[in-house]
């Protein structure tokens, strides 16, 4: 059990260059940015400014692209990496220059890491020879894992005749004998396969019931992060770029990143107006359509003075509706028609831009969806989300 802090954390990764170009004054002394990460004259900025209070058996999921700094995080908490600057703390106990053996972490990598000489009750015991833990409380530990994560008939065999999902079964016992204060898990579910990451999904979220660690979870897929997570940090280029319950962030993206990010398939994206009507409400128009806000995002948008702007319009697929009457609708052509038993993803050709409809199958009532089908479609007026030119939600910002 624990809690912890992470107090604007960051991580530079020094500058190669030589000595003299190292020396040679910049042009312009304001950072740079090269490859999405901030360049500055101490060297890339992997993690810059990360603000984090995780509370005692939290689960955490750290998500975000390849390369956004989340593994680079995790390994600042375990110890594993160097923290630049900013103060990390567990327990209270500020932990910067405390060494990982003395930091009450167990850590889960992507590639298992057994002792393939070993059998699977070796591999789980072999933590705790190390901490010299007596024998018979050895051996109830390494049962009551085995037991927790199924793995009790595999224990007098070795990982090469384990499969993938046994073997992350293994590597997540190795972690949990020690009973840890925090567990680490990056990207742990990566090597297998869409159904074994579907089963071992299911049992993390039975493992966390059962043992009273707090966690920190590191992944790439947003599915892993709603599902699992109660709370979900989305990173980008080395910064946070917002925290919330899954429910929190699909239902309010604080920006355009985030509101392409999560959410499968990704919300659709439209050039639009916001525009002020003479008795001071709000409407959003797209192409033709003009649609008259939501009270609610109304009121949001007068909390803030919102003026008529150019916007950028987010609407989610299963939130568009498709109209055989004539009207104000935004057009389009179907490019590609997608059967996925119980609905349809439509792609649709509009504006030039390939859109996402997902329909379910029963409001078709026979309808032919084929390739070049010309569509009408609209959208609620309490499902859209309006971002300003730089990418900013205009209900939160």
């Given at each position: 059990m624990a809690t912890v802090s992470l107090k604007n954390i960051?991580?530079?990764?020094?500058?190669?260059?030589?000595?003299?170009?190292?020396?040679?004054?910049?042009?312009?002394?304001?950072?740079?940015?090269?490859?999405?990460?901030?360049?500055?004259?101490?060297?890339?900025?992997?993690?810059?400014?990360?603000?984090?209070?995780?509370?005692?058996?939290?689960?955490?999921?750290?998500?975000?692209?390849?390369?956004?700094?989340?593994?680079t995080t995790l390994r600042m908490v375990a110890g594993l990496e160097d923290i630049t600057r900013g103060d990390l703390f567990i327990d209270g106990k500020r932990m910067n220059d405390v060494a990982p053996k003395d930091r009450d972490i167990a850590m889960v990598f992507q590639n298992y890491a057994l002792y393939?000489?070993?059998?699977?009750?070796?591999?789980?015991?072999?933590?705790?020879?190390?901490?010299?833990?007596?024998?018979?409380?050895?051996?109830?530990?390494?049962?009551?894992?085995?037991?927790?994560l199924g793995i009790t008939e595999y224990l007098e065999r070795k990982p090469k005749a384990l499969s993938g999902g046994q073997r992350q079964r293994v590597a997540i016992g190795r972690a949990i004998v020690r009973d840890p204060k925090l567990l680490l898990m990056d990207e742990p579910l990566s090597n297998l396969d869409a159904k074994?990451?579907?089963?071992?999904?299911?049992?993390?979220?039975?493992?966390?019931?059962?043992?009273?660690?707090?966690?920190?979870?590191?992944?790439?897929?947003?599915?892993?992060?709603?599902?699992?997570?109660?709370?979900?940090?989305?990173m980008k280029d080395g910064e946070v770029q917002q925290v919330g319950t899954p429910q929190e962030v699909f239902d309010e993206p604080h920006n355009l990143f985030v509101a392409g990010f999560i959410g499968m398939p990704q919300m659709n994206f439209y050039d639009g107006k916001l525009l002020l009507n003479e008795d001071g409400t709000y409407a959003v128009q797209v192409s033709d359509a003009v649609i008259e806000l939501s009270e609610e995002k109304q009121k949001n948008l007068r909390d803030r003075n919102t003026k008529p702007q150019d916007i950028t319009v987010g609407v989610r697929p299963e939130h568009i509706s498709l109209h055989e009457k004539e009207g104000a609708m935004i057009e389009g052509v179907v490019d590609v028609s997608e059967m996925m038993g119980s609905s349809v993803h439509l792609h649709i050709n509009s504006g030039g831009k390939d859109r996402i409809i997902i329909v379910p199958t029963l409001d078709l009532k026979g309808r032919p969806m084929g390739i070049g089908t010309p569509v009408r479609f609209t959208f609620g007026n309490n499902v859209i989300h309006m971002f300003d030119s730089e990418g900013l939600n205009l209900e939160y910002k």
């Open positions: 960051q991580k530079i990764y020094p500058n190669t260059a030589d000595d003299t170009r190292k020396r040679r004054k910049k042009e312009d002394d304001a950072p740079k940015r090269k490859s999405n990460l901030k360049i500055t004259e101490e060297g890339v900025v992997a993690v810059d400014s990360f603000n984090l209070e995780i509370a005692d058996k939290e689960f955490i999921v750290l998500v975000g692209p390849s390369g956004c700094g989340k593994s393939p000489h070993m059998t699977v009750r070796q591999n789980l015991q072999f933590p705790l020879e190390l901490r010299n833990v007596p024998k018979d409380e050895m051996n109830r530990r390494v049962d009551e894992a085995a037991e927790i074994l990451r579907n089963q071992m999904r299911a049992e993390i979220i039975k493992l966390r019931q059962k043992i009273n660690s707090t966690f920190i979870y590191v992944t790439h897929d947003q599915t892993e992060a709603m599902t699992l997570g109660d709370r979900i940090v989305i």
